[in-house]
């Protein structure tokens, strides 16, 4: 599957009033058992961003002020991930992340949305999308075979296995033997999972990029929580869900379905073509696992080529009201807050 030629003329990113990501606003939203960080910027349609493991919302920092110059980009991080906070009951499903990003959306007032996803976040995606299917006008998933649709082969032991295997999802989908080897070395080993997923090396993430994650990953419980999507008992409740919403109906929203000409690129077609009664499947190339940061800049421009096909784009919205407002009077932070003025604690 060769690349678009539509490639070649960018359709966003050359203007020259780009926001650095670390210039975005930030949100917290309380929901009943976890705080949801996010970042946010732009002015247009929405378009929901979900990064996937072992990354945060840190994911989009070049995609995603590309897109702003269309879109009001949002940018949550997973429970568990980044600067939200760990569930207490060790849920880390694709249903749960699901809940998650209702959640943040109902909190937005955002009834209606685009979204794009990457890794473990496009099981969160496509779960969003299955529950809610008035919710996501357009999908777009990449770097992930879906439990239930391949990737349990995908992950599982073969006489082909080498080092250079991805046998990085069976060892973590032992969390706990996982974390007691890793513990004190995140930083050695995001090196090898980028080096290993990539089609350029190391070298496609800053050093500082590469810190942000080892720093995020080292906060107590954090490690542990990125795991929790791999984890054996999550894997089979996904495969169950997905096997029971998508086998018999697959999802009608038009999904674009993305990978790097160095990791799933080829296989795209395959892995979603059962999901989907509305597909389109795209290569990225120079790229890996890591699409968002060894080929940003056509990403970006393959997702707003796709929105654009939209034949009734979505209204703009405006989170401008957000600024300087408080918002955390319910869910944990505010309860936890009242009972203390009231006197209760």
């Known amino acids: 599957m060769k690349p678009a030629l539509w490639a070649l003329a960018p359709l966003v990113g050359t203007g020259v009033s780009l926001t650095d990501f670390d210039d975005w606003a930030h949100q917290r939203v309380a929901l009943e058992d976890v705080s949801i960080h996010l970042r946010y910027a732009g002015s247009g349609p929405p378009l929901l961003l979900v990064h996937g493991n072992p990354q945060f919302s840190l994911t989009w920092r070049i995609i995603g002020p590309i897109l702003a110059e269309k879109f009001t980009v949002i940018a949550p991080d997973n429970r568990g991930a980044g600067d939200s906070s760990l569930p207490r009951d060790g849920n880390y499903s694709a249903t749960a992340g699901a809940a ?3 959640g943040v959306l109902d909190f937005l007032n955002i009834t209606e949305t685009y979204v794009f996803s990457h890794d473990k976040g496009a099981g969160m995606a496509l779960a969003l999308a299955a529950a809610h299917p008035s919710l996501v006008k357009r999908l777009g998933v990449a770097e992930y075979p879906l439990p239930g649709f391949g990737y349990e082969q995908f992950s599982g032991p073969a006489p082909y296995w080498d ?55 080292s906060k107590p419980g954090f490690l542990r929580a990125m795991f929790g999507p791999f984890e054996n008992s999550i894997i089979a409740a996904d495969s169950s869900f997905f096997r029971g919403v998508l086998a018999e109906k697959p999802l009608d929203v038009p999904l674009l379905g993305l990978g790097g000409e160095a990791s799933l690129g080829f296989l795209t077609q395959l892995a979603y073509q059962n999901i989907s009664s ?12 890591w699409i968002a940061d060894e080929n940003p800049v056509w ?47």
């Open 278 to 289: 509305n597909l389109e499947a795209d290569v990225v190339p120079k790229a890996g696992h």
């Open 163 to 217: 080092l250079y295997a991805n046998w990085q999802l069976a060892f973590f989908s032992v969390p706990d033997a996982a974390e007691f080897f890793i513990r004190g070395r995140e930083k050695e080993m995001l090196e090898w999972y980028f080096f290993h997923g990539s089609y350029s090396g190391v070298t496609a993430f800053a050093e500082d990029t590469v810190n942000r994650y080892a720093t995020s990953i």
């Open 100 to 102: 998650d990003l209702k």
């Open 299 to 345: 990403v970006a421009n393959r997702i707003a080529q796709f929105l654009a096909k939209d034949k009734s784009p979505l209204a703009a919205v405006n989170l401008s009201s957000l600024a300087d407002r408080v918002t955390l009077t319910v869910g944990a932070f505010g309860t936890l807050a009242n009972a203390r003025l009231s006197g209760a604690l």
